[in-house]
RNA sequence: GGGCGAAUAGCUCAGCUGGGAGAGCAUCGGCCUUACAAGCCGAGGGUCACAGGUUCGAGCCCUGUUUCGCCCACCA
């Protein structure tokens, strides 16, 4: 066998580089198997509950999943360690159209429709689909190490919450709220269904704006209207202007001659017309037109449907029934040519709707929909905003919020396919009667006919998935589980899904169990690249979290997810991020095998030092009330949703307080013979690491579990460890003070070694002048430990000295930092130096001169910025004397 | 057209109630110093988009302008 570098001593027992993968697959596993995710109901905790987002059963984890989930992974683990009662309920959502695609896609290959199976069968064909591939989404958000309670995962199509779609439905209809009517849709005439907006793609397309003559029924003169879609002109029930246009005012009682059908059609007069396109009338298509079927209602215009559900002209289109709608364009602009109706026509681009999964141009068109009355729904969720009992962060989120509420329309919840909820509503062929009930009805309860007929339609996705806060907890059964979690404590989503989703669920938590559905709903941003962009396959710049986890590891890719996370920004992601947070963990990792290896024979009892730092060394005393900062830091920022905090506080501490000053300035202790010493050094090293795994814990759940493991003495999971509190006891403004004036020191004696470019092995002399007696005392005490981290030989505290021509020189405080160093200095470059600095000293002295002289200043400003600022003025004129100083010894020397 | 947001170091971003401009990466210089070279030590770098205003004091508040992004309605 070769002889490999051997990196790793044996003294250590963890490996040297941190080895996710292993560890991550290790201890997930662990905790299924353990069930430390399950929830549980204890009488007189505190509950918090998170119900996930569902994702799509044919979904693939992409980057917003993977945020989302961090961030509520993170709020689920922190609460759950805080001992609360915790719930996060998972689950995936049956997505109608998108999944009848998939399978629909699949039995293509096999040349079938759904159609050739029938509805029955390609129904069982799509739960087929569902129990081999649904659950891909579920096992990769288990790869991001989400503590969801699995044994409780649920799916909108199961038993239970198919009972809760049918309960709310028979509910709202027998109140009124649901109803079928006209109206208009998106038709999609290839795949014969309603689309909602949403599934609606505009695409900007290259049409022709036609020009139309359209004579006065008294034939005395003409109006030319202008469409991108002439055949509807056969489905015109009126031709409609400003009501302030003087144009038009004499056509009020004349009426309009369509061409081509001869009927006469009014003028109507309505303020959605804009005066200035074209010229300034609008041809009325109530039937296929959105906006114009809106005129319609407002001027109660007859709908006349010129095309049936493929697109194809239908009987009322006269001669031209039975042509395609785009070949009836042809012949009628031909005709129109013909008969010398048509003014001009323009090339013209305009937004076309299109199927977004076959592309083909949608027509609007009325048809029979369900619909929920939304309005009075609407008003109890706004107020429930306003009054404070649902809290959105960010709070921008409100205006918004309120502006769509106000203008909401009445929302269609049936769909033309057959994978959903079908629609609980019976007719009966004999008597007509329309049954709505729970249970299937056998006979009409009107008639006694058994020849019923149930509703072929589905309920639109979004209206099982409104339910979820209280169907995935057992509704309608009383369950426990809904006196525990009820109302959910935060929901955490994305913002675009605020309307489709968030608003509904308020609306019918608000309804239906007369209580908000969540306390906060957090709505995170939409991530995208690091240039900005929407992350698309087309564009090829899809960061995939698989294989960022794979590359980087799961809690490197959290920590960075948690450090974009600031309110109220887009999250432009960008690749090296994750690698630098790799290396924090990798840091945190080192830190730990660097305790390991004195905390291996540690005796338990020394844990208890912590409890009275007043006993410790400074040091010691320091780094615990810093951790107590950060424990303060990162509970505040949790608490209120400043996610990017979290991430922030814990960096700093852990790797600039932490390992770069703590660890480095106990190196003497750890290797003392003082066991005194030794002992105190080990019981605060143990004692600051504990309480950084579990801070980090619900950010970096795998890493810290891992290194908790093989901390001394016997362990349970850190998932179940008490997350960190203040502790009063810990905190030292002293130590902290003193340890500020100690750290100056010896930055300020390494710059000086570094500038004069001393090798760092070689030991310098130190001279320490100061002329406060008692920081005399507090530098003579601690001159040990500055000296070790400075590597200076002789170190000396002096009240004055005369200070060296050719020495390093710097002030901290009103401590004076000279070291001589014969032949060492670049005086030019000191000189350059110097120049810059007393130029900046003396600009920021007349700033604050200025202000001070300033009679406003000082009799409006509060006393603490006066003093701050004639503390600071006496801070500047030193440095700058001493500055002064030193330009004229560098100028002695060169 | 309506609404919302952003503009801070070369890049990606923090900056909370107005009170001395910060981080990470990148750059430059030095170091294998007994956890980590995936590391350590140090340095340089900003007219806080622009123009006004309020204030003793503005990156932060107000008005306007420019640029960019998003959402809604998309004009027949």
Redesign the pocket.
């Known amino acids: 066998m070769k002889a490999t570098e051997q990196?790793?001593p044996e003294k250590?027992d963890l490996p040297?580089?941190?080895e996710f993968a292993e560890v991550e697959q290790r201890w997930y596993t662990h905790w299924l198997e353990e069930k430390t995710f399950s929830a549980r109901m204890i009488e007189g905790k505190p509950s918090f509950s998170i119900v996930i987002p569902p994702p799509n059963v044919t979904g693939v984890l992409h980057i917003g999943h993977a945020l989302n989930n961090t961030l509520q992974d993170l709020l689920v683990r922190y609460h759950r360690m805080k001992g609360e009662n915790t719930l996060w309920v998972p689950g995936t959502d049956h997505a109608g159209i998108a999944t009848q695609n998939v399978v629909e896609r699949q039995l293509a290959t096999e040349n079938l429709t759904r159609h050739d199976l029938g509805r029955e069968k390609f129904i069982e064909r799509v739960w087929a689909w569902r129990e081999e591939k649904g659950g891909t989404i579920i096992n990769q958000l288990k790869r991001m190490g989400a503590s969801c309670d699995w044994d409780r995962e649920r799916f909108t199509m199961d038993e239970g919450l198919s009972k809760a779609v049918r309960e709310v439905f028979v509910r709202l209809y027998k109140e009124g709220l649901i109803y079928k009517g006209d109206y208009i849709v998106n038709w999609c005439p290839r795949c014969h269904t309603a689309l909602a907006?949403?599934e609606v793609e505009?695409d900007?397309t290259d049409g022709k704006?036609y020009h139309i003559r359209y004579p006065y029924a008294d034939g005395s003169g003409y109006v030319v209207?202008?469409?991108?879609?002439p055949e509807t002109m056969l489905g015109d029930t009126a031709v409609a202007v400003h009501p302030d246009d003087e144009r038009y005012q004499h056509l009020k009682t004349i009426g309009i001659s369509l061409p081509l059908t001869g009927r006469t059609i009014p003028v109507v007069f309505d303020h959605?017309?804009?005066?200035?396109?074209?010229?300034?009338?609008?041809?009325v298509t109530p039937a296929h037109?959105?906006?114009?079927y809106e005129i319609g209602l407002r001027h109660d215009l007859p709908r006349l449907k010129v095309m049936d559900d493929k697109g194809v002209m239908n009987a009322e289109a006269g001669k031209y029934a039975g042509l395609d709608r785009f070949a009836c364009r042809k012949q009628i602009v031909s005709d129109l040519q013909e008969q010398g109706f048509l003014d001009k026509i323009e090339d013209?681009q305009?937004?076309v709707g299109k199927c977004y999964r076959c592309a083909t141009v949608v027509e609007p068109t009325t048809s029979k929909q369900w619909f929920v009355s939304v309005r009075p729904l609407a008003d109890k969720a706004v107020a429930a905003v306003q009054d404070g009992r649902i809290n959105l962060y960010p709070a921008?989120?409100q205006?918004?919020f309120y502006?769509?509420m106000e203008?909401i329309r009445d929302w269609c919840i049936s769909r033309q396919i057959w994978w959903g909820h079908r629609i609980p509503a019976w007719t009966c062929a004999a008597c007509g009667e329309v049954i709505v009930e729970v249970t299937d009805p056998d006979v009409c309860p009107a008639c006694g006919s058994a020849n019923l007929h149930q509703e072929t339609d589905v309920l639109d996705t979004w209206f099982s998935s409104a339910l979820w806060p209280f169907s995935t907890l057992g509704w309608p059964e009383k369950t426990r589980e809904l006196d525990f979690f009820y109302p959910t404590s935060v929901l955490i989503t994305s913002f675009?899904i605020l309307?489709f989703w968030v608003a509904r669920m308020m609306m019918m938590g608000l309804h239906i169990m007369d209580e908000i559905p969540f306390h906060d709903v957090y709505l995170h941003a939409?991530v995208?690249d690091?240039?900005?962009k929407?992350m698309s396959k087309s564009t090829g710049n899809v960061i995939d979290p698989l294989v960022m986890i794979g590359q980087y590891g799961t809690d490197a890719f959290r920590f960075t997810l948690t450090?974009?996370a600031?309110?109220?920004?887009?999250?432009?992601?960008?690749e090296?991020?994750i690698d630098?947070?790799?290396?924090?963990i990798?840091?945190l990792w080192?830190?730990a095998?660097?305790a390991q290896?004195h905390l291996k024979e540690a005796d338990p009892a020394i844990t208890a030092m912590t409890a009275n730092p007043k006993i410790l060394a400074l040091a010691h005393r320091w780094i615990l009330s810093r951790v107590n900062g950060a424990v303060k830091d990162v509970r505040a920022a949790l608490d209120?949703y400043?996610f990017?905090?979290v991430a922030?506080a814990s960096?700093?501490f852990v790797?600039?307080e932490f390992?770069?000053?703590y660890?480095?300035w106990i190196?003497?202790d750890l290797?003392s013979d003082d066991a005194v010493a030794r002992d105190q050094a080990k019981a605060v090293l143990l004692s600051v690491l504990e309480q950084v795994l579990k801070l980090m814990h619900p950010i970096t759940p795998f890493v810290t579990e891992e290194i908790w493991s093989q901390l001394p003495g016997e362990r349970s999971s850190i998932m179940v460890e008490p997350f960190p509190e203040a502790n009063a006891a810990w905190e030292d403004a002293e130590a902290e003070s003193v340890m500020n004036l100690l750290m100056g020191v010896?930055?300020g004696l390494?710059?000086i070694?570094?500038?004069a470019?001393v090798?760092?092995?070689a030991k310098i002399e130190a001279i320490l002048i100061c002329p406060d007696a008692a920081k005399r005392q507090i530098l003579a005490d601690y001159a040990p430990g500055v000296q070790a981290m400075v590597r200076a030989g002789s170190f000396s505290i002096v009240a004055s000295a005369t200070v060296p021509d050719d020495a390093g020189h710097a002030l901290v405080q009103d401590v004076e930092l000279v070291v001589p160093l014969k032949g060492l200095i670049d005086v030019a470059g000191e000189l350059e130096?110097l120049a810059?600095d007393q130029g900046k000293l003396e600009k920021?002295l007349e700033r604050?001169v200025g202000?001070l002289s300033?009679e406003?200043?000082m009799?409006?400003?509060?006393e603490a910025?006066v003093a701050?600022e004639r503390?600071?003025e006496a801070?500047?004129r030193a440095r700058l004397a001493k500055t002064l100083e030193s330009t004229e010894r560098m100028r002695k020397l060169s």
């Not at 209207?225 to 879609?229: E, G």
């Not at 600031?566 to 960008?574: C, K, P, S, T």
């Not at 630098?580 to 924090?584: I, S």
């Not at 009799?859 to 509060?862: E, G, I």
Request: charge should be positive.
């Open positions: 990196q790793s250590y040297k580089g941190y907006d949403d505009h900007p704006l209207v202008a469409t991108t879609r959605h017309v804009q005066r200035e396109f074209g010229t300034g009338a609008l041809k037109d959105r906006d114009d013209y305009h937004a921008t989120w205006r918004t502006a769509w203008n675009d309307f939409l995208r690091k240039h900005g929407k450090a974009f600031a309110q109220g920004r887009e999250i432009r992601l960008d090296e991020r630098g947070y790799r290396r924090f990798n840091k080192n830190a095998r660097f290896m209120g400043n990017n905090e922030s960096y700093q790797w600039h390992c770069d000053w660890l480095e190196k003497a290797f010896i930055s390494r710059t070694r570094t500038e470019e090798h760092p092995s130096k810059r920021e604050i202000k300033n406003k200043f009799t409006n400003a509060p910025v701050k503390e600071k801070e500047i």
